[in-house]
C-alpha cells in the first residue's frame, strides 16, 4: 500500500486536530479525541500491555464438528460475508475498498488524493491481511471476503499447532511410493556409508599393522589347560604307563646299548628283547632306570634268541606297578597303539600311531652265521615311530595294556654317520604279539628257557619257489624229516611242498616257521601239501623243542 493509506501512530489520541494538506502537498487525517483512560495512569509511567495499537477483529466462534476423513471434500459454507478462502492465508480475488472510516466528533476529511496503483505481487503463503485499524466509538467495518473454493479453513483447525487433523487411513499412492522410495534412500547411503567406512578402516588398521604402531605389544595366551586327561587319550595312556616303563643301560663283551624293558609283576621281574642284553649275557653289567630317574642293577633271569625275548629282574625296589598283558589276537588293523622307549637314549620317549598290518612275518639277527640267533616272529606291524633305543619297550592300546614288544624296524638303505651307521624310523615298525611273549616269559621266569613248537623236518631255505618245501636231507646229513616226529607221523615226506597252514597262504620257509612258532607245543595244525602234482592236507600235532 502507499503512504497515504497507512495509519499514522498518532492515530486515536484523546484530541483530534484538524484535517488539510500538509506542507508538502499530503493530506493527514483528522485525529480524534482520546478517550478517558479506564484505570489510573501508572505512578511509574509503564504502560501495562504496552502502546495501543491496532486490533485485529475476532474469527466468528467456531463449534467443534466431526471432522472429515483426510481426503474427504469439505462442504463449501458460505458466511455472511461470502465463501471463506480454499486454505487459511490463502489469497482472496480482488475486492472493492471498503469506504473510509468516519471519525466521530471531528469534521469531515477530505478525500486522499488518487495514487498511483501498486503493481501487482504475488500473495505470501501463509500470510492474512490486517484490517484498517479503527478509531474508538466507530464501527468495526466488515470487509468484503471474495468468494473462493468451498472449503473451512476452521474445520481443519488443530489447537495444539500440528497441522490439520485426520482419521487414520489408507495413505495416498504418491506419498507411500515417497515413502518408500525414502526408505531406499536412506538404505542405500547408509550401506554406502558402511562400505566406505570399512575400506578406511581396513587400510588404516594395515597400516597400522605394518608400521608397527600403537603402543606396546602383547600377545595372545590360551588359558590355562587342565590337568587331567582322557584315559585312552595319549596323555592319558603315558601317564599310566611311564611309571612301569624302564630304561636299560647294558656293556658287556666289549660292547655298550640301550634298550627299554617293562615291569611284569611286583616281583620286579622285567620284559625285554634278548638283542638289548645279549652283550651281558656273559658276566655284563646291566642297569635300570625308572621314570622317576632312579637306577638299580639287574640281572639276567632268562632269554631266547628264537623268540627274541629276555627277562631280567631288579631287588629292593618297590611299589613296583606292572603293565597289564592285553590280548593281541584281538588287535585290528586301525586300531591306535602309543610306544614307550628311549630312542637313542631319549629315556621315556612316547610315540603314537596305528596297527599298520598284522601277522608280518619278521626274522632277524643271524649275525652267528648257524642260525642259531635267528627270531622268528609273527609282528604286528605299526607306525609309531620306533628308533634304535625303543626295542623291548611296550606298544599299547587304548587302555593302556600292553599288545606287542617294540623289536624291530625296517630302514632306509643307509644310517647316519654320527650313530655308527643306525638308521632311524620310517614309520615300518614291528612287535611281537604278546599273547607269544606272554608264554615264552613265563617259561623263562619258571624255567629259565622257553620251547619252541615244530614239526620235524628240515626245510629247504635256498628253495626259490612258492611255498616252504622239505629239503632232501638234514643239515649234518641225516633225514630230512625225524623219524618218529610229528611230521613223520602225519606222513610228511622229502620233496613234498607246503603251501598252507590252516588255510593260510605261506609263500617262504621262513613264513611256514613263522607260522610255526606263533603256536603253542601240542597246538594241532592243518597243513596242505603238494607233491607230484597231487595236493593233499594232512594234520599233525606240534612237537617241542629246547633249540632254536
Not at 628311549?342 to 629315556?347: E, G, I, K, R, V
Not at 592300546?397 to 643306525?422: C, F, L, P, W
Not at 611230521?487 to 620257509?509: K, Y
Amino acid at each position: 500500500m502507499n503512504e497515504g493509506n497507512r495509519v499514522p501512530p498518532g492515530a486515536g489520541t484523546e484530541e483530534a486536530a484538524g484535517a488539510g494538506p500538509t506542507p508538502d502537498g499530503d493530506f493527514e487525517l483528522a485525529k480524534p479525541a482520546r478517550p478517558t483512560p479506564l484505570h489510573e495512569p501508572d505512578p511509574y509511567s509503564t504502560p501495562p500491555y504496552g502502546e495501543p495499537g491496532p486490533w485485529a477483529p475476532a474469527p466468528p466462534v467456531q463449534h467443534p464438528g466431526t471432522t472429515p476423513t483426510h481426503g474427504t471434500p469439505l462442504p463449501s459454507p458460505a458466511g455472511p460475508h461470502g465463501p471463506a478462502p480454499a486454505f487459511p492465508g490463502a489469497p482472496s480475488p480482488a475486492a472493492p475498498a471498503a469506504p473510509a472510516p468516519a471519525v466521530t466528533g471531528g469534521p469531515a476529511t477530505a478525500p486522499a488524493p488518487p495514487s498511483a496503483p501498486l503493481p501487482e505481487t504475488a500473495p505470501l503463503q501463509g500470510l492474512t491481511a490486517v484490517p484498517e485499524p479503527v478509531v474508538a466509538g466507530a464501527p468495526i467495518p466488515v470487509p468484503p471476503v471474495a468468494p473462493g473454493p468451498a472449503q473451512d479453513p476452521w474445520g481443519r483447525y488443530d489447537p495444539w499447532g500440528r497441522g490439520p487433523l485426520q482419521q487414520a487411513g489408507a495413505v495416498p499412492d504418491g506419498e507411500r511410493r515417497n515413502g518408500r522410495r525414502g526408505r531406499r534412500l536412506l538404505v542405500v547411503w547408509t550401506l554406502a556409508v558402511a562400505l566406505v567406512a570399512s575400506g578406511i578402516g581396513g587400510v588404516v588398521g594395515a597400516y597400522v599393522e605394518r608400521e608397527g604402531l600403537g603402543g606396546e605389544v602383547t600377545l595372545p595366551q590360551a588359558g590355562s589347560v587342565p590337568a587331567g586327561r582322557a584315559p585312552d587319550s595319549v596323555a592319558g595312556i603315558a601317564a599310566r604307563a611311564l611309571p612301569s616303563v624302564v630304561t636299560l643301560h647294558v656293556s658287556g663283551s666289549g660292547e655298550e646299548g640301550t634298550g627299554t624293558g617293562f615291569v611284569l609283576d611286583d616281583r620286579g621281574h622285567i620284559l625285554t628283547n634278548n638283542h638289548v642284553v645279549a652283550a651281558a649275557a656273559s658276566g655284563g653289567r646291566i642297569s635300570a632306570t625308572f621314570s622317576d630317574g632312579d637306577s638299580v642293577r639287574a640281572t639276567v633271569v632268562g632269554r631266547d634268541s628264537g623268540y627274541d625275548l629276555a627277562v631280567v629282574q631288579v631287588h629292593g625296589v618297590r611299589g613296583l606297578t606292572p603293565l597289564t598283558l592285553g590280548d593281541s589276537d584281538g588287535v585290528r588293523v586301525g586300531d591306535p597303539v602309543v610306544a614307550i622307549g628311549a630312542p637313542f637314549d631319549l629315556a621315556n620317549t612316547v610315540t603314537a600311531g596305528i596297527i599298520s598290518a598284522k601277522e608280518r612275518p619278521i626274522t632277524a639277527g643271524g649275525e652267528e652265521g648257524d642260525g642259531s640267533d635267528v627270531s622268528y616272529v609273527d609282528a604286528l606291524q605299526t607306525d609309531a615311530p620306533i628308533n634304535p633305543g625303543n626295542s623291548g619297550g611296550p606298544l599299547l592300546d587304548s587302555r593302556a595294556h600292553v599288545i606287542g614288544i617294540n623289536s624291530a624296524i625296517r630302514s632306509a638303505d643307509g644310517g647316519s654317520d654320527t650313530e655308527g651307521g643306525q638308521a632311524g624310523s620310517i614309520g615300518l615298525g614291528f612287535a611281537i604279539p604278546v599273547n607269544q611273549a606272554r608264554r615264552v616269559a613265563e617259561e623263562l621266569i619258571n624255567d629259565g628257557h622257553a620251547t619252541h613248537p615244530v614239526i620235524g623236518v628240515t626245510l629247504d631255505m635256498g628253495y626259490t619257489g612258492d611255498g616252504a618245501r622239505i629239503d632232501d636231507h638234514s643239515a649234518n646229513g641225516g633225514p630230512a624229516v625225524i623219524e618218529g616226529g610229528p611230521g613223520a607221523r602225519a606222513g610228511l615226506a622229502p620233496g613234498d611242498l607246503i603251501t598252507r597252514v590252516d588255510g593260510e597262504r605261506v609263500h617262504t620257509g621262513e613264513e611256514l616257521i613263522v607260522k610255526v612258532r606263533a603256536h603253542r607245543p601240542g597246538d594241532r595244525l592243518r597243513l596242505t601239501v603238494e607233491h607230484g602234482g597231487a595236493e593233499r592236507e594232512v594234520s599233525l600235532v606240534l612237537g617241542t623243542s629246547e633249540q632254536n
